[in-house]
């Protein structure tokens, strides 16, 4: 997505995902489900965890702001919104994205207004 920012559509648990990750400022993981995201720790100085019934858009870019820079990296593990990668490329950020849901990920890339290419 924009030569800038790489997004997964699949399993964000899986090594396929995973062994792709850089060390990141930031990672924000969203979710109702269960967790199997222990790597994160790993790979991100700052991991922010919440569930998906406390998620507003304006709290996302306040955390983005808070915790990361311009250019550094961002992890978004599920994509409960389809504003989020646009929100972290509005503010600069390189984004490492993914989500099960192929819809949730098409929905994420026309919202965004970036192009996508195969990996």
Known sequence: MGKQH????????SPQF???IPFAAL???ITS???DHDWLIERAKTVI??????LKEQLI???IKIFSTPRETVIFPWLPSKDMIKIAHKLKRQIFAGDPS???CLEAI???KLTSEPF
């Open 61 to 63: 870019e306040q955390l």
């Open 27 to 29: 990672a924000i993981a």
């Open 33 to 35: 489900d269960d967790w």
């Open 49 to 54: 965890v919440f569930p998906e019934s406390d």
């Open 110 to 112: 026309a919202q965004s």
């Open 18 to 20: 995973v062994e792709r």
């Open 6 to 13: 790489f997004l997964f559509c699949g399993d964000t648990a």
């Open 102 to 104: 192929l819809e949730r």
